[in-house]
């Protein structure tokens, strides 16, 4: 139901990408889905961004209305660069200089950019509350710590210090927080949401799905569906795939995501393990229907990651009722392992992974039943609307410190 006219706010949304700049993962996803909803409640929403798409693609610069969203983006100075999530916008500063008073708070997607520096300064001198949601980028160690530590110093501890509400998505990012000194008291868990009713398909054509890749009909099929990149630990599942060859020499390994930097370190690797007419690259996937299609050809999905915040394909996976395994490095490990509906291994155990891929091979009846099970618990635990119920709350309470601030302040 739209909220009040006297409830409405006005949110101004940074981020260095929105849809449908789907190629640059979670974050893009969970930020279009919360806006979305937040529109559906009455709520006014601008979102500043990038005109970033892909690697090689720009949208149009200018402002967009995007299902009821007004979406203003700015040209980075650099389409190269913002692949390499290096974002450069022109104009940005200036446009948040002269409308940062038209809202009632902002909202600040990812930690360390370019937007978030240069919108800092005028944040604080209108003394508009913000809220700051990382979507994982917290740790400095994960490339570029020189440059990060030098942001730091100079605009990210800052920019925590002087947040309304910090948000994490999970346990593991509220520990983040605390080591870079920051009060427990200000910090939001609330984790990124999914559309449970997206995967609510019919008709969907595995078979010709496989046909497409080149899949043979009965053959066991171990799913990755995420983007080629370290983070991702794609060699770690690689490595365990070539030794469940050893036992299962019928698999296949089917690599489902956008090139981000490691596929040719991927295929020398898949060279020089002999493996390679049991691998197949199938690219990004944009739309629905299809990746519902490649999740469900999927005997058993695999998200290796070496470090995930939180995880959306592994609830992605569990909605298309596919065996899921993931690592102890996934924000949603702990919680996954006590539901009982996903297996986790330590992250670089090979002997492990291979094994927790046998088993769900060999036992297919049970395996599917556990991932039936966390497809309720998904449902039950990451939906979209109750999760923007819970944002609209979280914005009024910086409205309502903001004001007894100000009271406090004119008393004394």
């Known amino acids: 139901m739209p909220a009040p006219i006297a409830d409405r706010l006005r949110i101004l949304h940074i981020v260095p990408y929105y849809s449908p700049a789907w190629p640059?993962?979670?974050?893009?996803?969970?930020?279009?889905?919360?806006t979305q909803r937040l529109v559906q409640r009455g709520h006014e929403i601008t979102v500043y961004t990038t005109d970033a798409l892909d690697a090689s693609h720009r949208a149009e610069p200018g402002e967009h209305t995007i299902d009821g969203v007004t979406v203003h983006r700015f040209p980075n100075w650099s389409n190269a660069l913002a692949w390499s999530r290096l974002f450069f916008p022109r104009g940005f500063r200036r446009a948040v200089r002269q409308t940062?008073?038209?809202?009632?708070?902002?909202?600040?997607?990812?930690?360390?950019?370019?937007?978030?520096?240069?919108?800092l300064p005028t944040l604080r001198?209108?003394?508009?509350?913000?809220?700051?949601?990382?979507?994982?980028?917290?740790?400095?160690?994960?490339g570029r710590t020189t440059i990060k530590r030098g942001y730091d110093l100079l605009v990210g501890r800052p920019l925590l210090q002087h947040a309304a509400i910090l948000h994490a998505l999970t346990e593991m990012e509220r520990d983040q927080y605390a080591t870079l000194g920051m009060s427990p008291d200000r910090i939001f868990i609330s984790p990124n949401g999914i559309d449970v009713a997206a995967f609510d398909l019919d008709g969907v054509d595995v078979a010709a799905f496989k046909r497409e890749h080149s899949i043979p009909e009965g053959r066991p099929v171990v799913g990755f569906l995420a983007r080629l990149n370290h983070i991702?630990?794609?060699?770690?599942?690689?490595?365990?795939?070539a030794e469940l060859l050893r036992v299962q020499p019928?698999?296949?390994?089917?690599l489902v995501g956008p090139d981000d930097g490691v596929k040719a370190e991927i295929e020398e690797q898949i060279r020089r393990l002999d493996i390679g007419d049991r691998v197949r690259f199938v690219g990004y996937i944009g739309d629905e229907r299809?990746?519902?299609?490649?999740?469900?050809?999927?005997?058993?999905?695999?998200?290796?990651?070496?470090?995930?915040?939180?995880?959306?394909?592994?609830l992605e996976a569990l909605l298309n009722r596919v065996p899921t395994i993931t690592t102890d490095r996934c924000g949603l490990s702990t919680s996954l392992e006590a539901a009982g509906v996903a297996r986790v291994v330590p992250f670089g155990d090979v002997t492990a992974l291979t094994q927790q891929l046998l088993w769900a091979i060999q036992n297919p009846v049970?395996?599917?039943?556990?991932?039936?099970?966390?497809?309720?618990?998904?449902?039950?635990?990451?939906?979209w609307e109750t999760l923007a119920d819970e944002w609209c709350d979280v914005y009024r309470s910086c409205l309502a410190d903001l004001r007894s601030n100000n009271a406090l302040k004119t008393d004394n």
Do not use: C
């Not at 640059?24 to 919360?34: D, N």
């Open 290 to 314: 299809t990746k519902a299609a490649a999740y469900r050809a999927s005997d058993v999905y695999v998200l290796p990651s070496r470090y995930e915040i939180q995880g959306i394909t592994v």
């Open 100 to 119: 940062a008073h038209h809202f009632d708070v902002a909202h600040l997607t990812e930690f360390r950019t370019m937007q978030n520096a240069e919108a």
């Open 232 to 241: 991702k630990g794609p060699e770690f599942l690689v490595d365990a795939f």
């Open 250 to 254: 019928d698999a296949i390994l089917m």
């Open 24 to 34: 640059y993962g979670g974050p893009v996803r969970a930020i279009y889905e919360l």
């Open 366 to 383: 049970e395996a599917r039943a556990a991932a039936e099970q966390g497809r309720e618990w998904v449902i039950q635990r990451f939906n």
């Open 125 to 142: 001198r209108h003394r508009l509350p913000y809220v700051i949601m990382p979507q994982g980028s917290l740790p400095a160690e994960l």
